[in-house]
């Protein structure tokens, strides 16, 4: 079975910390060429794009619409079980592959592997792993700064959600080993075709099979898609503002253990303090669905070169916090 990880390597293995590579920039900007500026009173927004306005506004119309479709014509069982595996399916695709994985180098899937998660990520319509790995390396190179796409001084809704709308898309900048990535490339040329199929082709389908009208499906799928992307926002948000720092105080970033809806990635502090462990949650009891999914995938051969710190270096980062 074809892997994207080192041949030599066994399935399984813990390799230490290693510098993250150098990286393949291309310009961004995407939607226009002016960003939002400092001014003594504050920020100014001075930038606004478009696309992202229009894509946030239908899709919370129409999950607004999905409460009374709810209450006139409730929910099929069926239906029930479908969105929630899409919200999980979907989540995996996004914390495992284009976080864990593509992002940090924490951890190298089969190949296989790669092309299922690539599909499951696009039910989060959270764009193509490039833009997305994109972004989440400037948060990690310029947290709590400006350059900070996401960056939590300028508020909670800016961090949650007004970036999208109000920043320019940053430049293209992913790490040099995913440039011939034939998934990679593969997901983002097909990306708004499997967006299509899987966010409003298999919801109709799957309405109509149960005698439910088709535009229901449109309707609790656009639901699925916004609160699924308010879970994921809320890292940026809600795990950069309240919760707990027993990792680093360097950064904002919080371990949040009361919101478990983000699949592990609410373990925020731990992550920032340690970006490539392929752990988020490292205590005994900590809820880290990623993480179990990929030591299953290890114990199985699916993945390997699995990155973890040391006990000690742990201990030692939470002894300083004292």
């Not at 929910?75 to 989540?91: D, N, Q």
């Not at 947290?143 to 960056?151: A, E, F, K, Q």
Request: charged residues 15%.
């Amino acid at each position: 079975m074809e892997s994207s990880a080192a041949p030599h390597e066994a399935a399984g293995t813990v390799r230490a910390w290693t510098p993250i590579p150098a990286r393949h920039r291309e310009p961004g900007n995407a939607g226009g060429t002016v960003e939002a500026t400092a001014t003594a009173a504050g920020w100014a927004i001075t930038f606004v794009h478009y696309p992202a306005l229009v894509f946030l506004a239908v899709t919370h119309l129409l999950a607004l619409g999905s409460i009374p479709f709810l209450y006139f014509h409730g929910i099929h069982i069926g239906e029930a079980i479908f969105y929630f595996a899409t919200y999980l399916l979907g989540g995996f695709g996004i914390t495992a592959l284009y976080h864990r994985a593509w992002t940090h180098n924490a951890v190298c899937f089969a190949r296989p592997v790669e092309y299922i998660l690539a599909i499951f990520a696009v039910f989060m319509l959270q764009m193509p792993a490039r833009q997305w790995i994109s972004t989440h390396v400037l948060h990690h190179q310029h947290t709590d700064s400006d350059d900070d796409p996401y960056n939590i001084q300028r508020g909670f809704w800016w961090a949650h959600f007004e970036w999208i709308i109000f920043s320019p898309v940053p430049a293209i900048e992913v790490p040099a080993r995913l440039n011939d990535n034939p998934v990679v490339l593969w997901q983002e040329r097909y990306y708004w075709v499997l967006s299509a199929l899987l966010n409003v082709g298999l919801p109709i389908c799957l309405s109509v099979a149960i005698g439910s009208p088709w535009w229901g499906g449109v309707l609790l799928s656009a639901l699925r898609v916004v609160l699924s992307n308010h879970v994921i926002y809320a890292v940026n948000s809600v795990c950069h503002m309240w919760g707990v720092r027993p990792f680093t105080r360097d950064v904002s970033a919080r371990d949040v253990w009361w919101f478990p809806f983000t699949l592990g990635e609410q373990y925020h502090n731990y992550h920032h303090a340690f970006p490539r462990d392929y752990r988020h949650g490292v205590g005994r009891y900590a809820f880290d669905p990623t993480k179990w999914l990929i030591n299953i995938l290890a114990r199985v051969g699916l993945a390997r070169n699995l990155v973890a710190m040391s006990d000690s270096r742990i201990a030692a980062a939470k002894q300083l916090m004292l």
